[in-house]
Nanobody
């Protein structure tokens, strides 16, 4: 079956950096657009970043532009999220998601497969 497993979450001080990784299995990774979403307590799950099948196209939510970078390695079946200049408002559970289409999307409902999430906590 399809599995997405996130890793790299943890506790970091504001201004610090963290790199999340998502390992995919049970799918033809190169046929899926990938995304990162996050959910803080009491808030809806929100889009963070997405990347196309080839990695040639990316998109980010405005609050992370210039600070976060999404990348993928189709040979390793992984998608990463490099997070720099972290802020307390970045604190959330971060989820990796997969979408079998050539198109990228910012909507969580467009993604069929999800990882279990990894906690990111940013202290001030």
């Amino acid at each position: 079956q399809v599995q997405l497993v996130e890793s790299g979450g943890g506790l970091v001080q504001a201004g610090g950096s963290l790199r999340l990784s998502c390992a995919a299995s049970g799918l033809t990774f190169g046929s899926y657009a990938m995304g990162w979403f996050r959910q803080a307590p009491g808030k809806e799950r929100e889009f963070v970043a997405t990347i196309s099948l080839s990695g040639r196209s990316t998109d980010y939510t405005d609050s992370v532009k210039g600070r976060f970078t999404i990348s993928r390695d189709n040979a390793k079946n992984t998608v990463d999220l490099q997070m720099n200049t972290l802020k307390p408002e970045d604190t959330a559970v971060y989820y990796c998601a997969a979408r079998r289409t050539i198109l990228i999307s910012t909507k969580s409902s467009d993604y069929a497969y999800w990882g279990q999430g990894t906690q990111v906590t940013v202290s001030s």
